[in-house]
């Protein structure tokens, strides 16, 4: 079983949508969540810190269930400009050493 | 500005060939880390290293090797027992702890001709 996984997409969603992505992990001993914003043959860039309390930047949210072992980022308002893959990365306690999803490609329509 | 640095963005290498990418950091971060990325797919972890003169392998390090001869500097080797060396290669870091996430280079494209 892969350490991180999410749905592949893509999600094609009108601009003003609202939109929500899940990632699960297997091993209960992560420690530490993200989510990236990778853009076409461009790095990884970080786009928030999932906190156990939930947390919010501008227009998107993060959660995440420790009980189930998922997070998940939601976007309100799509803009054209949050086209990308959005890439969910989860770390181990004290290994200093992240694991990747494939991430999950949104397409936002005019 | 603080950052990591890879070079070249383009690399191109004929069969059989050794080449180094290069990855710098100026974030005095002790942890670096190379990734290879193939089309549609996650990042894999190629090799990792958390302090100067120590290095751990990846998921993927056959055909590849590192150096950390400085805290600021982790090139990565493909060699020519890496069968397929064609993909987008992202170096990171993170300081201590890591609960700020990576910090990656723009990546470099390695071409086999």
């Known amino acids: 079983r892969k350490e991180v996984e999410q749905d592949p997409g893509p999600f094609n969603v009108p601009e003003g949508a609202t939109v929500a992505f899940n990632c699960t992990y297997s091993n209960s001993a992560s420690q530490s969540f993200f989510w990236y914003r990778q853009d076409c043959r461009k790095e990884p860039k970080l786009l928030m810190s999932?906190?156990?309390s939930g947390n919010e930047d501008g227009r998107f949210t993060a959660q995440l269930n420790r009980a189930s072992q998922y997070i998940s980022l939601l976007i309100r308002d799509s803009k054209l400009s949050d086209s990308a893959t959005y890439l969910c990365v989860v770390e181990r306690y004290n290994f200093n050493k992240f694991y990747f999803g494939s991430g999950t490609k949104l397409n936002v329509k005019p | 500005d603080g950052g990591i640095t890879q070079s070249p963005k383009y690399l191109f290498r004929k069969e059989g060939q050794n080449v180094t990418l290069s990855c710098e950091q100026n974030?005095?971060?002790?942890?670096m880390y190379w990734y290879r990325q193939d089309p549609g797919q996650g990042l894999r972890l190629i090799y990792y290293s958390q302090i100067v003169n120590d290095f751990q392998k990846g998921d993927i390090a056959e055909g590849y090797s590192v150096s950390r001869e400085k805290k600021e500097s982790f090139p990565l080797t493909v060699t020519s027992a890496q069968k397929n060396p064609t993909a987008f290669y992202l170096c990171a870091s993170t300081g201590q702890g890591a609960s700020y996430g990576y910090t990656f280079g723009s990546g470099t494209r390695l071409t086999v001709v």
């Open positions: 999932v906190y156990s």
């Open positions: 974030l005095n971060h002790d942890a």
